[in-house]
């Protein structure tokens, strides 16, 4: 019996991109979107926000579209290709390019009324903050005699 080597992670990375694809409202859109390129992202959770930035170098901010729809952001845009070269018998592109396409499950915690993004430098800067928490309410127990 041969011992074959068990990688969990990345059967969790197939598991996310289907169901992606599952989620999405247009047919077929998921799997073309998320076959060309996916940024790399880091998210951090701080007590009053969620900060997710997102490495998107070239593409432009006009480019890049963020939505929130029943506690999933979706953040999805498409780079242009800039240096081609054509000649006889061969081709040559230089740099990556196409759409990308990720989904983020948020919280309940998380506001989505007051979500802000920016672009700077290549890197897309996603700032989710938190709604202020509902403590609870004491209720005072009086007696009847």
């Not at 029943?70 to 006889?88: P, Q």
């Not at 290549?122 to 009847?144: C, T, Y």
């Amino acid at each position: 019996m041969a011992i074959t080597r068990y990688e969990p992670w990345s059967l969790l990375n197939q598991l996310q991109k289907e169901l992606e694809r599952s989620q999405n409202d247009k047919p077929g859109e998921g799997m073309i979107a998320t076959a060309e390129w996916a940024p790399a992202v880091d998210i951090k959770e701080d007590p009053d926000k969620f900060v997710i930035h997102a490495d998107i170098p070239g593409v432009k901010p006009e480019n890049i579209e963020v939505s929130m729809e029943a506690g999933v952001l979706t953040v999805k845009g498409e780079k242009e290709s800039e240096a081609k070269t054509e000649k006889e018998g061969y081709k040559r592109v230089e740099r990556s390019y196409g759409s990308f396409y990720r989904r983020f499950s948020l919280p309940d915690s998380a506001n989505g009324e007051a979500i802000n993004a920016t672009s700077k430098n290549g890197v897309l800067e996603i700032v989710i903050p938190k709604r202020e928490a509902i403590k609870p309410k004491r209720i005072s127990v009086s007696s009847i005699e």
